[in-house]
Nanobody, 130 residues
Framework: QVRLVESGGGSVQAGGSLRLSCAVI????????MGWFRQAPGKEREGVVG???????SYADSVKGRFTISQDNAKNTLFLQMNSLKPEDTAMYYC????????????????????????RGQGTQVTVSS
């Protein structure tokens, strides 16, 4: 079973930056979609970015141009660099792994479409003040 451990959240003022990390344990990269999603209190979870095993990425419109996903395959670590943060980015951020299946892509919305298919970490809080 995949295990994910996030770190790097915190509080920052609008316009600032944070870098999230996710240690990924016990998975086969070619059989999973990876990425990040977030959930604010009282809101639905939102797929932030998805990445396929070939490196192709898909970002939510709300973060395009500001967030960048990267990975260190040698260390099985996923990163999310978040720049130009806005108060509306405030949420709990989760690293996610989802097995590849024929009916869903690795794009950000599909990554979190079926909760029962997701492996996620404990989350890390990001708070952006205005």
């Amino acid at each position: 079973q995949v295990r994910l451990v996030e770190s790097g959240g915190g509080s920052v003022q609008a316009g600032g930056s944070l870098r999230l990390s996710c240690a990924v344990i016990r998975y086969t990269s070619s059989t999973y979609c990876m990425g990040w999603f977030r959930q604010a209190p009282g809101k639905e979870r939102e797929g932030v970015v998805g990445i396929d095993s070939d490196g192709s990425t898909s970002y939510a419109d709300s973060v395009k141009g500001r967030f960048t996903i990267s990975q260190d395959n040698a260390k099985n670590t996923l990163f999310l660099q978040m720049n130009s943060l806005k108060p509306e980015d405030t949420a709990m951020y989760y690293c996610v792994a989802r097995p590849k299946i024929a009916t869903l892509t690795c794009e950000a919305p599909d990554l979190v479409r079926v909760a029962g298919l997701m492996f996620r970490g404990q989350g890390t809080q990001v708070t952006v003040s205005s």
